[in-house]
């Protein structure tokens, strides 16, 4: 199990390598800004989602990775 400093940094590295330096910086900036439940967040994520739906999306993700541009 990582430390939480570990876990900070991969967390900030993960943002950095999906978002780019600038984006990630305005990302956690907007995230002290406002009150934000993670936990409700993601519950309500995917309320209106069907399994099917979801499942489409995974296979579309998927196909995607293994075939980068």
């Keep these: 199990m990582k430390t939480e400093s570990e876990l900070k940094l991969a967390g900030v590295r993960a943002l950095i390598a999906a978002l780019g330096p600038v984006d990630a910086e305005r990302f956690i900036a907007a995230m002290h ?15 209106d989602a069907t399994v099917a739906g979801l499942a489409e999306q995974a296979r579309a993700l998927r196909a995607r990775v293994a075939t980068p541009d």
């Excluded at 800004?33 to 309320?47: A, I, K, L, M, V």
């Design 33 to 47: 800004r406002e009150p934000f439940d993670y936990t409700r967040w993601r519950g309500d994520q995917w309320q």
